[in-house]
């Protein structure tokens, strides 16, 4: 199928430069039949009878489906885990993503509590620089909250092309942040122009029920989605939402496992709330009934948070939600232990640790479920698999798209293959695949990766250590402009008012406790206790309407007979 | 049988029943009833006692004939004949009796039968005549007669002892006394008491229709519960002029707080417990907290009450506005938007669910927060939302008022939503039944106690007034816009909350045994409502100006009259506590059966005997995912410290952790397919 083009064979330039004739190039918008040109990774043209170098490799596509790669926007390889690493590492996983057609991947930078975010992101950039295969970028979890994070978050988004931050709801005193944290990180996060995710769980009474499931005496996997109920994904997703409407900050759920965490998220857009989630490959494509296998491993195998639904009816109604556009992005959580780390929990359900695979059989699950079943068409496949990533985490369109100047990362695709999925042949280095024997139509036939090709008749040629770090700049417009547009909206004014001059009550100093009332601030991030203002020390003085009201707070006028009289303010009115 | 036999009667008077009234302008209702597919009309009427039956002959009863004298001679009002049941009743009726204006007429019985009973002129004894009967379920024409505080008798032609004072209602609604499920009066607040304390409080309850509070106990957070309800039942039996019972506010959570909860469930009649999810760092739990408050009262029977708002988040705004320069009330209702609230009352819904708990969402204050409930209770979750009177009433605009007084005074929390058309649509919900009962949340300050926040809203002590408002209220609101009718609205202001408070049948009802606590209801008269005429200590109502239809006539409470002719004569201290016992079965029997439900079964699997990766416990400093820290909590096993060994067979000492009793030494299917793919 490929060649090298021209009449005489130039010695095998260090070809960059490749060619693929009669291929429908598929976008998020449209669809139509080019031929494409790209050198040193990048595509150069698009057009019919291009004009091209000679000796340039060619790949006849003979009209098959020719998209951008896709985009894994949540994976964690090389995890750490309490001395554990997750199984596949950069190298194992990219290798693992390219073949099954995605040419970039986000990762999930995990400092524990107590470290700084920039030594992390250090760490990770150097796995990933030494071992990944493909294009990558880095998300950052945030898993405790002070000053000093602040700061760093900063420093990433501005000299390291971070813009994205993950907060826990879960993990009860290990990650979780409290409301009032929350609340502080997004509000810096909306300062800083980037994007917020969350993993949405409530913690707390995850923590209770798992005490509960122990002292009944269920240690098995099951156990795990027994202590953690769709109901308290729910809750914190719209928890989550309730916060960032509060802030006004851009929202993006990780790893929607089910419906009703789904439907919180799509009632919140019919609200106007900025926010998207993202389904991942296990929810889309398998359910939770496999945790009461009799199996210990194989029900081990599929224990993540929050966990896939037990209701079997869970995957089809998260591909509808995919496919109408409620959900916009899907990763897949790719962070697989071997069975001998799983083991770690074999007593105890709530140390197993916790991560399923996916990244390689993400477009083929997506293809089959979706774009196989009539859900929804090629464009959309695309722009779940790779636009809308690129556009909410400000990539597009040099990755998420097909277009001259954007990079070479591409697939063939081919809707014919049918795939048995099956640990036995995937890339993945763990024993068991959780989508074992399902069947699955639709796969890439050959992938490009920064303009080389990688996978070709099935044969994959990667180069360890050939992944870019990209930057990705903060305020993606995709995401931003509306929230900007709010910000101006939501400006708040106070009423000005005549100065109260009736009777006060006196009252006790301290309130009923050592704590201060109800206004309490106890984190860092505000501005250091701006004390309760006192107004018998200020020389405001003023009552009725004046022309400069909306400037709350003046000290340079004083009027003695404000107009209306003074006793109209404890009047009845 | 009764309106039956009047109808028949009264027409009887002028025409024949087929070319009655034909010369009136009025609509004649038409008869429903009797038809050949109707139910017998009036079936289930008076079904108790029917003294018609008994009645033949004797002297001083009601024949038919002595009826007819009596509507002819003493209403003469076609109100009394116009009612038959719910179902016919029509504005047609109401535009009669208004037409009529009937008045009450109260008076002692004379003649001979004074005679009888020479002693007891001042008898706790009455009798209301002529009266049109609504409980919740139906409407029906009755006499009642009571005794010693107690309903006794309910039908026609009663017989009675003589010298009873009579009360003549002319076919006006009785109804059961309202009973205000959440009042917060005497209420201390940093050294300064709410102005109303429980006299001022019950009479304007009294003079408002209600005849039973329930009151809030706020022990201090760290002081005991049963020392802070001691000291409420103390204030509270001084100075109530009506019956009470106690909620008590849970404002921290310990073994010992779970000890005296468990005392006030048994021993103390008391059976609801509100926690608060706002105030940060003063009253607010935690979600693990909330957790486990609710588990206790789901075991104990009780129902888990809560105070719906994100504290953290408020928390949070409040020192925004602060840094903005806002500082007067409506920074109170900026902080407190009012998805802070439907936040809250999501969460709660989820952790009730979760520990299968009863829940009550105290003041539902906005359009979200109603809806979620609604939502929740579709979905099957065991939950009541109660709207107060300021909800249902006025609206957050006058946060924005230029008068810093009247402002201040409409501050309390959840603050009243500033979008006008919440009182309507949580009216409409409160209505079709998605909200189940009414309070008033009333705690009112004076302006000077108010004025303590003057600079900064945070400080402004929150509470409004609405307990004398709030049948009222209601009726104009929700029954004269032809959004409920009159049995709903009986349930909405008493039954139901009779029935979460496990009182029901004694309150909440009219019947035969049931507490003499009733309200005659006069849908006709308009009021206005302003803060000179009202029972409250309080300088400002927030429903100053607004006209209400509807309000009480004459008000029973314990028997004995307290208003009548817009005359109060409420008796401080003869209120008594009544007792709420544990799993009332409005709310527990469907969990109860949930519970045999939902039983958790581990699955029975073969050991795991393939390898063990090694890992470190500690992560972070903190131990792993399972941590616990709450004290109730059992310590972290720590897995290498345990006896069980990997290979081969356990001996016999080695118990895993696995349904006790049972040892799988080869497990069904062989031992290694647990490592083997599936």
């Not at chain 1, 547009?485 to 406790?513: H, I, M, N, Q």
């Not at chain 2, 029917?50 to 024949?63: H, K």
């Not at chain 2, 300088?539 to 028997?559: D, H, K, M, S, T």
């Amino acid at each position: 199928m490929s060649g090298y083009q021209g009449k005489k064979n130039i010695p095998r330039i260090t070809s960059d430069r490749l060619l693929i004739k009669g291929a429908k190039i598929v976008n998020d918008d449209q669809s139509f039949c080019a031929d494409i040109y790209m050198e040193d990774g990048v595509i150069k043209q698009i057009g019919e009878n291009l004009i091209v170098p000679g000796g340039v490799k060619t790949i006849d596509a003979h009209g098959r489906m020719l998209m951008p790669g896709g985009i894994d926007v949540h994976t964690r390889f090389q995890m750490p885990d309490r001395g554990m690493t997750a199984a596949d590492d950069f190298y194992q996983g990219t290798k693992a993503a390219l073949a099954g057609g995605t040419t970039m991947i986000i990762d999930h930078v995990l400092p524990e509590p107590g470290t700084s975010l920039m030594s992390a992101f250090e760490q990770w950039r150097e796995w990933a620089d030494s071992k990944s295969c493909c294009d990558y970028s880095l998300h950052i979890d945030i898993t405790e909250w002070h000053k000093g994070i602040q700061e760093e978050m900063e420093t990433l988004v501005k000299d390291h092309g971070v813009n994205s931050f993950l907060v826990y709801l879960a993990y009860k005193d290990i990650f979780q942040l409290t409301d009032a944290q929350v609340y502080e990180v997004f509000s810096v996060i909306r300062d800083l122009g980037a994007i917020a995710q969350v993993h949405a769980e409530n913690g707390d009474i995850v923590a209770e029920e798992q005490r509960r499931m122990l002292e009944q005496g269920i240690t098995g996997p099951e156990g795990h989605v027994l202590s953690r109920p769709e109901e308290v994904e729910a809750e914190a997703v719209n928890r989550s939402v309730t916060v960032a409407n509060q802030t006004n900050c851009p929202l993006y759920v990780t790893k929607v496992m089910s419906k009703s965490a789904a439907d919180v998220i799509a009632q919140a857009r019919k609200k106007g709330t900025v926010v998207y989630g993202e389904p991942i490959t296990a929810s889309l494509g398998t359910d939770g009934s496999h945790y009461w296998s009799k199996n210990w491993a194989k029900a081990a195998a599929y224990v993540t948070s929050p966990p896939l639904s037990p209701d079997p009816t869970t995957a089809d109604y998260l591909n509808s939600l995919l496919s109408c556009g409620d959900l916009q992005v899907t990763g897949s959580a790719h962070c697989p232990f071997n069975t001998a780390q799983r083991a770690v929990g074999k007593d105890d359900f709530s140390l197993i640790p916790e991560g399923v695979n996916g990244t390689e059989e993400r477009m083929s699950i997506i293809w089959d479920k979706c774009v196989v079943t009539g859900k929804m068409d090629e464009n959309q496949f695309v722009a779940v698999t790779s636009t809308n990533a690129a556009k909410i985490f400000n990539l597009y369109p040099r990755k998420g798209r097909i277009a001259v100047g954007s990079d070479a990362d591409l697939v063939l695709w081919d809707p014919d293959v049918t795939k048995i999925i099956s640990a036995k042949s995937h890339q993945s280095t763990v024993e068991y695949n959780i989508f074992e024997g399902t069947e699955v139509r639709g796969g890439p036939l050959v992938v490009i990766s920064q303009g080389k090709i990688v996978l070709e008749d099935g044969n994959l040629h990667v180069t360890e250590g050939s992944g870019r770090y990209v930057v990705r700049k903060p305020f993606p417009d995709y995401v931003y402009k509306r929230i900007k547009a709010r910000s101006r909206l939501a400006e708040l004014r106070g009423v000005p008012r005549g100065l109260y001059d009736g009777p006060v009550c006196e009252v006790s100093v301290t309130p009923k406790t050592m704590t201060p009332a109800s206004s309490a601030k106890t984190s860092p991030a505000k501005q250091p206790g701006q004390p309760i203002r006192n107004l018998h020390q200020s020389g405001f003085s003023l009552s009725g309407a004046q022309i400069d009201d909306n400037v709350p707070r003046r000290n340079t006028q004083r009027i003695v007979a404000p107009p209306g009289g003074r006793a109209n303010i404890t009047s009845l009115g | 049988m009764a309106e039956r036999r009047r109808n028949w009667e009264k027409s009887g008077d002028d025409l024949p029943v087929y070319l009655s009234r034909p010369g009136t302008a009025d609509q004649v209702p038409r008869q429903k009833h009797g038809g050949l597919f109707c139910s017998i009309e009036d079936a289930f009427e008076s079904k108790t006692i029917d003294f018609d039956a008994l009645s033949v002959g004797q002297r001083g009863s009601r024949t038919p004939r002595s009826t007819k004298r009596l509507t002819g001679l003493e209403a003469k009002s076609p109100a009394s004949d116009s009612k038959s049941s719910p179902a016919v009743e029509s504005p047609t009726a109401d535009k009669q009796e208004r037409k009529g204006s009937p008045q009450v007429k109260i008076g002692t019985s004379g003649g001979k039968e004074i005679l009888q009973n020479l002693e007891d002129e001042k008898s706790d004894r009455l009798l209301i005549k002529g009266g049109r009967i609504v409980n919740d379920d139906q409407s029906f024409h009755a006499d009642i007669y009571m005794e010693d505080g107690l309903i006794k008798q309910i039908g026609d032609n009663l017989i009675v002892p003589g010298g009873v004072k009579t009360i003549e209602a002319n076919g006006k609604m009785v109804i059961p006394g309202g009973i205000d499920i959440h009042t917060h009066f005497q209420m201390p607040y940093r050294g300064t008491t709410t102005v109303d304390d429980f006299a001022q409080g019950s009479k304007a309850a009294l003079a408002g229709g209600t005849t039973m509070i329930v009151d809030h106990v706020m022990p201090e957070p760290g002081a005991s519960l049963i020392e802070a309800h001691d000291q409420w039942r103390q204030w509270a039996d001084e100075k109530a002029c009506c019956d009470y019972s106690l909620h008590v506010d849970i404002t921290h959570w310990n073994d010992s707080v779970k000890q005296e909860v468990d005392n006030l469930i048994k021993e103390k009649g008391v059976n609801s417990f509100q926690v608060y999810m706002a105030y940060k760092d003063y009253y607010q739990m935690s979600n693990s907290e909330l957790y486990e408050v609710f588990t206790f009262l789901a075991e104990r029977g009780g129902i888990a009450q809560v105070h719906a708002e994100n504290g953290e988040i408020i928390a949070e705004e409040q020192a925004r506005m602060l840094q903005m320069g806002i500082t007067g009330p409506e920074g109170h209702v900026l902080s407190r938007p009012e998805e802070l609230e439907a936040e809250a009352v999501f969460r709660a819904i989820t952790i009730a669910s979760q520990t299968n708990c009863p829940l009550y969402v105290t003041r539902v204050m906005s359009k979200s927060a109603a809806d979620i409930i609604s939502q929740a209770r579709k979905k099957g979750n065991v939950v009541f939302g109660e709207p107060i009177t300021a909800s249902l009433g006025t609206d957050g605009t006058h946060y924005w008022s230029k008068n810093w007084a009247k402002a201040a005074s409409f501050v309390t929390s959840p603050p009243l939503s500033p979008d006008p058309t919440t009182p309507d649509y949580l009216n409409t919900l409160l209505s079709s039944g998605d909200l189940s009962v009414t309070g008033s949340a009333h705690c009112t300050f004076s302006v000077a106690q108010k004025a303590i926040g003057k600079d900064d809203f945070t400080q402004i002590p929150e509470g409004v007034n609405g307990v004398e408002e709030r049948m009222a209220l209601i009726w104009d609101k929700a029954v004269t816009t032809g959004k409920m009718d009159e049995n709903m609205f009986v349930a909405v202001t008493s039954t139901n909350a009779a029935k979460i408070l496990n009182l029901y049948p004694r309150k909440g009802r009219i019947a035969v045994g049931s507490d003499a606590d009733l309200v005659i209801w006069d849908t006709d008269a308009i009021r206005t409502i302003t803060a000179k005429t009202h029972n409250s200590a309080a300088e400002y109502n927030i429903f100053e100006g607004v006209e209400l239809r509807g309000a009480p006539l004459v008000v029973i409470c314990q028997g004995k009259i307290v208003l009548e002719d817009g005359n109060l004569h409420a008796t401080s201290g003869v209120g008594r506590f009544i007792p709420c016992s544990p799993f009332p079965d409005f709310a527990y029997k469907r969990i109860k059966a949930r519970k045999q439900l939902a039983v958790l079964r581990a699955v029975p699997r073969g050991m795991y005997d393939g390898p063990v990766s090694e890992f470190s416990m500690s992560r972070g400093g903190t131990p792993s995912a399972s941590a616990r820290t709450s004290p109730t909590k059992q310590p972290v096993r720590n897995l290498h410290q345990s006896g069980f060994s990997l290979a081969g067979p356990p001996t016999p000492d080695d118990i895993p952790i696995r349904p006790a009793g049972r040892r799988i030494v080869v497990p069904p299917g062989g031992r290694s397919n647990i490592t083997s793919l599936s």
